[in-house]
């Protein structure tokens, strides 16, 4: 299987140049195939949130290089970053940031909208098929706002979904959830990876969940200290 991102030697340090410079991470090392769904995990405080926005080309790293899809991301402009975050990679946040007086579909619309600029019927059929496949078709026109945390981060699914990216981060997409709606929203997250081959790295601090992914990392204090594979899963057959 293609690699669909590599991490080679990525630190992050902050305040840098000033007497308070820290670095948080200590040189990653990190290969995902294309089609692996991956629990990233660790203390508070470890540098879970701050590799996910690397990689995700929301904060760029102190040194090292990242490549997503073969791109090699330390060379490109913001304009180039944007586009590549826009066509490739999803968000899916622990507090959905969903837009709450927008409708399940304006929010589902929104990536689709901002890439292309004006809204047209075929946006609307696409944000209503993936609201179908997250069971929320009949939520359609509700506001987001009108509905349960479990729901929202469901429509937050469907909008990572929107531009089919090859990439999903999920920061701790159900920390806020309950034992079953959390159950519902993996369970989402995982027929998309089975489905469309969407490749996933979801951090979370419930390890029966972690259970549910085709590998399981680690991070303490800034470096990678565990890294394995789980057992397959329903006969799932695993990567590598
Ligand atoms: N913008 C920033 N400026 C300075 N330090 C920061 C900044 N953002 C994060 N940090 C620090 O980096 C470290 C790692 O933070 P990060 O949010 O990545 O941890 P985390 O593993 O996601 O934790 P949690 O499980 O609590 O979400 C923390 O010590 C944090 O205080
Ligand atoms: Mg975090």
């Known amino acids: 299987m293609a690699e669909l991102l590599v991490l080679d030697g990525i630190r992050k ?3 840098v140049g000033s007497p308070v410079e820290t670095e948080i991470l200590h040189g990653i090392d990190l290969v995902m195939k294309a089609g692996e769904f991956v629990a990233l995990m660790g203390p508070s ?3 879970k949130s701050t590799l996910l926005n690397i990689i995700g080309l929301l904060d760029r790293p102190t040194s090292g290089r ?3 899809d073969g791109n090699d991301t330390t ?3 913001e304009a180039a970053l944007t586009r590549l975050r826009g066509h490739s990679i999803g968000f899916v946040f622990q507090y959905h940031h969903l837009i709450s007086a927008f409708t399940a579909r304006e929010n ?6 901002v890439d292309r600029g004006r809204p047209d019927a ?5 944000a209503d098929e993936l609201l179908d496949q997250v069971d929320l078709v009949k939520w359609r026109d509700t506001r987001a706002m ?6 929202q981060q469901r429509i937050a699914v469907a909008r990572a979904l929107a531009m089919n990216p090859l990439l999903v981060l999920a920061d701790e997409p159900t ?4 034992t079953a709606s959390a159950q519902g929203v993996f369970g989402l997250m995982r027929r998309f990876n089975l489905e469309r081959g969407t490749t996933f790295l979801i951090v979370t601090h419930n390890h029966d969940l972690a259970a549910q992914c085709d590998r399981v990392i680690e991070l303490v204090d800034g470096r990678l200290t565990g890294d394995r594979r789980n057992p397959a899963i329903n006969g799932v057959a695993q990567p590598g």
């Open 13 to 15: 340090s902050y305040n």
């Open 45 to 47: 405080g470890c540098g």
């Open 66 to 68: 990242l490549f997503i």
């Open 75 to 77: 060379s490109l402009d």
């Open 108 to 113: 589902v619309v929104m990536p689709m909208l």
């Open 122 to 126: 075929a946006m609307e059929e696409r």
């Open 146 to 151: 009108n509905m349960s945390g479990g729901q």
């Open 175 to 178: 920390g806020n959830l309950d």
